[in-house]
């Protein structure tokens, strides 16, 4: 029997130091593992220990005798990685990282945005050196993103929060929520308190399409409506219409899938999970019948992960349906997915997408329609979406990878709903340095870049404006450990100016500022009033939606 990895695998590698015989791949220090959908095991090497499954934050393994049927597939899709990745031996000598010297007395770091960036860097710094870690977040609630983007019928990958919880329990860590760095303090002012500032704010605005008919009223960001069904203040008191019989979603990332599920799954489905109360009754009024979801690319270069489609299969009441004309290939896509090499999750995709186009669709279900190699190039209406009208695209090879070129083939679609699923993208903060073109603060391996290509003393950042809005929960881990490996090794070589002022000099300063800010007690607060209310609706928690009822519920 062996330990199998499944769809959550948020890629945080906890796993891979705990496994006694090294079987699972890849390993942070591979060249796959920058663009691996998930971990594996190798079953023919796996000793059956189950350490792997204590230290996945997710629970995302399972021994193969215990898989669900919804999951059976990951077997074979952990043992097709080492048919293509025959496990070798990792001789590497495993080096613990450093810890700053005792005699440097406490590095005081404040970190910007305490979504999974942040937190896996707080939590690093927290086993590194003897630290004070300011966490500071604009809203009342920590952990972004796995509170405010995860998609609620995802609940195991919102447990890596209980992981942050209990590194978080010292005092070492403060919580400074509710405090809006460039309102209620300056960069100026973090520097003057801490020697280095990490940001981690994420990338909390939208892609535009840049088509004619974007801003009608009814054409929407799926970053709005992600937020809206997931309860984050600024987006509660949004409406959407979902009256009309079709939706229609531009992109197909996971994003793209998540958005679909939402508006296709049965609401009593939801009803069990931590989403937002207003976006439920919503979906329970919703007349949606049908969610076309459109690829500029073809079915091999779409952007969703194979375990996220697969799992599409799984949906109670919802046909997945795929056009067999749109998985006819180019060539050299032809080529590629024949190369003996060829990535088994690639292969999967390409399997998954021929197994969807047999489906038909049944009377009383409701549809998620794929459309492959599409680009809309105006969306239509009379004061409001009526259509999306879009190109066929054909694919050509460029230097830098396989891109969608128009046709002169046109289209169009009927629908109310538009939803842009083109992507996230970070925005400036006053004083730090931005590029403007990738939506991302400049920075070599997390340390922050001036714009002569200089490091900025004592500045640093992590996560998706480090990178670009890529890769999953635990992809952070990795990215995290890099800006503070950077963080400690800098403060160690005396590189870091010290602080001019202490935590206490912050706290008074704070208080001073924002009144309303709320620490490790109100979220605590928060946190147990918002389970409680979710304990006795059968769900995880009842998540409160609005400032006033979080600041209420945070002064207990
Ligand atoms: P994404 O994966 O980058 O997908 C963006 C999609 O938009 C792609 O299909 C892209 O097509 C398309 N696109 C971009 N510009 C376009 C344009 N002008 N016209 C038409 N299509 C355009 O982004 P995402 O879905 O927002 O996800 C962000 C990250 O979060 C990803 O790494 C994702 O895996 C992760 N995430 C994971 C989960 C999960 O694990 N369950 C859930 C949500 C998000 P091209 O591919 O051709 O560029």
Same mark, same amino acid.
């Given at each position: 029997?062996?330990?199998?990895?499944?769809?959550?695998?948020?890629?945080?590698?906890?796993?891979?130091?705990?496994?006694?015989?090294?079987?699972?791949?890849?390993?942070?220090?591979?060249?796959?593992?920058?663009?691996?959908?998930?971990?594996?095991?190798?079953?023919?090497?796996?000793?059956?220990?189950?350490?792997?499954?204590?230290?996945?934050?997710?629970?995302?393994?399972?021994?193969?005798?215990?898989?669900?049927?919804?999951?059976?597939?990951?077997?074979?899709?952990?043992?097709?990685?080492?048919?293509?990745?025959?496990?070798?031996?990792?001789?590497?000598?495993?080096?613990?990282?450093?810890?700053?010297?005792?005699?440097?007395?406490?590095? /005081?770091?404040? $970190? #910007? &945005?305490? @979504?999974?960036? =942040?937190?896996?860097? %707080?939590?690093? !710094?927290?086993?590194?050196? *003897? +630290?004070?870690?300011?966490?500071?977040?604009?809203?009342?609630?920590?952990?972004?993103?796995?509170?405010?983007?995860?998609?609620?019928?995802?609940?195991?990958?919102?447990?890596?929060?209980?992981?942050?919880?209990?590194?978080?329990?010292?005092?070492?860590?403060?919580?400074?929520?509710?405090?809006?760095?460039?309102?209620?303090?300056?960069?100026?002012?973090?520097?003057?308190?801490?020697?280095?500032?990490?940001?981690?704010?994420?990338?909390?605005?939208?892609?535009?399409?840049?088509?004619?008919?974007?801003?009608?009223?009814?054409?929407?960001?799926?970053?709005?409506?992600?937020?809206?069904?997931?309860?984050?203040?600024?987006?509660?008191?949004?409406?959407?219409?979902?009256?009309?019989? /079709?939706?229609? $979603? #531009? &992109?197909? @990332?996971?994003? =793209?899938?998540?958005? %679909?599920?939402? !508006?296709?799954?049965?609401? *009593? +489905?939801?009803?069990?999970?931590?989403?937002?109360?207003?976006?439920?009754?919503?979906?329970?009024?919703?007349?949606?019948?049908?969610?076309?979801?459109?690829?500029?690319?073809?079915?091999?270069?779409?952007?969703?992960?194979?375990?996220?489609?697969?799992?599409?299969?799984?949906?109670?009441?919802?046909?997945?349906?795929?056009?067999?004309?749109?998985?006819?290939?180019?060539?050299?896509?032809?080529?590629?997915?024949?190369?003996?090499?060829?990535?088994?999750?690639?292969?999967?995709?390409?399997?998954?997408?021929?197994?969807?186009?047999?489906?038909?669709?049944?009377?009383?279900?409701?549809?998620?329609?794929?459309?492959?190699?599409?680009?809309?190039?105006?969306?239509?209406?009379?004061?409001?979406?009526?259509? #999306?009208?879009?190109?066929?695209?054909?694919?050509?090879?460029?230097?830098?990878?396989?891109?969608?070129?128009?046709?002169?083939?046109?289209?169009?679609?009927?629908?109310?709903?538009?939803?842009?699923?083109?992507?996230?993208?970070?925005?400036?903060?006053?004083?730090?340095?931005?590029?403007?073109?990738?939506?991302?603060?400049?920075?070599?391996?997390?340390?922050?870049?001036?714009?002569?290509?200089?490091?900025?003393?004592?500045?640093?950042?992590?996560?998706?404006?480090?990178?670009?809005?890529?890769?999953?929960?635990?992809?952070?881990?990795?990215?995290?450990?890099?800006?503070?490996?950077?963080?400690?090794?800098?403060?160690?070589?005396?590189?870091?100016?010290?602080?001019?002022?202490?935590?206490?000099?912050?706290?008074?300063?704070?208080?001073?500022?924002?009144?309303?800010?709320?620490?490790?007690?109100?979220?605590?607060?928060?946190?147990?009033?918002?389970?409680?209310?979710?304990?006795?609706?059968?769900?995880?928690?009842?998540?409160?939606?609005?400032?006033?009822?979080?600041?209420?519920?945070?002064?207990?």
């Amino acid at each position: 029997m062996a330990y199998v990895i499944t769809q959550r695998c948020c890629n945080d590698a906890s796993c891979v130091p705990e496994c006694p015989v090294d079987c699972i791949r890849p390993t942070p220090e591979q060249r796959e593992f920058a663009t691996t959908e998930q971990l594996y095991i190798d079953p023919d090497t796996c000793i059956d220990c189950g350490a792997c499954v204590d230290a996945c934050p997710v629970d995302a393994i399972f021994s193969e005798d215990d898989l669900l049927a919804s999951l059976a597939r990951f077997q074979d899709i952990n043992a097709a990685y080492f048919v293509r990745h025959p496990l070798e031996s990792n001789f590497e000598p495993l080096v613990p990282p450093s810890r700053a010297p005792k005699e440097l007395g406490t590095l /005081r770091v404040a $970190i #910007v &945005g305490a @979504g999974p960036a =942040a937190s896996y860097a %707080a939590e690093e !710094l927290l086993r590194r050196a *003897d +630290v004070e870690v300011e966490l500071f977040d604009r809203l009342p609630t920590p952990y972004g993103l796995v509170r405010a983007g995860v998609a609620p019928d995802h609940p195991g990958t919102k447990s890596v929060a209980t992981l942050f919880e209990s590194a978080f329990r010292r005092d070492a860590l403060q919580f400074r929520l509710n405090v809006e760095v460039g309102k209620h303090i300056s960069h100026e002012e973090l520097l003057r308190h801490h020697h280095a500032v990490l940001y981690a704010h994420g990338a909390s605005t939208d892609r535009r399409l840049g088509v004619p008919g974007e801003e009608l009223s009814g054409s929407i960001s799926a970053t709005e409506f992600v937020a809206w069904y997931n309860g984050h203040p600024d987006f509660a008191d949004r409406e959407f219409d979902l009256s009309g019989e /079709r939706a229609v $979603i #531009v &992109g197909n @990332g996971n994003v =793209a899938l998540d958005v %679909a599920r939402v !508006l296709t799954v049965d609401p *009593d +489905v939801l009803a069990k999970t931590d989403i937002a109360d207003h976006a439920l009754d919503a979906l329970r009024r919703s007349n949606i019948q049908e969610v076309v979801v459109l690829g500029r690319r073809g079915p091999l270069q779409a952007a969703y992960t194979s375990s996220e489609f697969l799992a599409l299969a799984h949906l109670k009441g919802v046909d997945i349906i795929v056009d067999p004309a749109d998985l006819e290939l180019d060539p050299a896509s032809r080529a590629e997915l024949e190369d003996p090499d060829v990535e088994p999750s690639l292969k999967l995709k390409y399997t998954l997408a021929q197994e969807y186009s047999a489906n038909t669709p049944k009377p009383g279900n409701k549809r998620i329609v794929f459309h492959y190699l599409v680009s809309p190039t105006e969306i239509t209406g009379d004061g409001k979406v009526e259509t #999306v009208e879009y190109v066929h695209n054909e694919l050509v090879k460029e230097e830098g990878g396989t891109v969608a070129r128009p046709s002169d083939r046109t289209g169009s679609l009927e629908t109310s709903l538009v939803l842009r699923s083109v992507g996230y993208r970070g925005t400036a903060l006053a004083d730090v340095p931005f590029d403007e073109s990738r939506g991302v603060v400049p920075n070599a391996g997390g340390r922050v870049l001036d714009a002569d290509g200089n490091p900025v003393q004592g500045v640093y950042v992590s996560g998706w404006i480090k990178r670009g809005p890529r890769g999953v929960i635990g992809s952070n881990r990795v990215d995290s450990q890099e800006t503070v490996d950077h963080l400690i090794a800098d403060f160690t070589n005396g590189k870091l100016v010290a602080p001019q002022a202490d935590r206490q000099a912050l706290a008074a300063l704070l208080a001073e500022r924002q009144p309303d800010m709320v620490g490790r007690e109100g979220w605590k607060a928060i946190d147990q009033a918002e389970r409680t209310a979710g304990k006795a609706a059968g769900r995880p928690r009842v998540k409160f939606t609005s400032l006033e009822d979080l600041l209420k519920a945070a002064k207990g």
